[in-house]
């Protein structure tokens, strides 16, 4: 059984940074493409995203700030966030699917975790 677990979110001062993790078990993340997406309102938008043999792809908005990796020795996905923008606050959702998957369509993913929280104050 596929599971994804997101951590690291938080309250921010604008200009902050947080580090967001999502841990993954039941599968191989070697083999997987992972991803992050922020939803603040109805939408749930990608934000980054690195594909099986390690190419990354981010929104034009968060080009140059957030930084996207992944651990598959511990099976993890984790997300720098520097330089936070209120427009960055949501809920952000770790995503895992075993088909190639670039930033930032709207393309199925076969598993969701349950999200993290981000929020920034000025």
């Known amino acids: 059984q596929v599971q994804l677990m997101e951590s690291g979110g938080g309250s921010v001062q604008a200009g902050g940074s947080l580090r967001l993790s999502c841990v993954g078990s039941g599968f191989a993340s070697s083999s997987y493409s992972m991803g992050w997406y922020r939803q603040s309102g109805e939408e749930r938008d990608g934000v980054a995203i690195i594909s099986m043999d390690g190419f990354t792809t981010y929104a034009d908005s968060v080009k140059d700030r957030f930084t996207v990796s992944k651990d598959n020795n511990k099976n993890t996905l984790y997300l720098q966030m520097n330089n936070l923008k209120p427009e960055d606050a949501g809920m952000y959702y770790c995503?895992?699917?075993?088909?190639?998957?670039?930033?930032?369509?709207?393309?199925?993913?076969?598993?969701w975790g349950q999200g993290t929280q981000v929020s920034i104050f000025s």
């Open positions: 995503a895992a699917d075993p088909r190639r998957r670039t930033c930032c369509s709207g393309a199925f993913w076969s598993y």
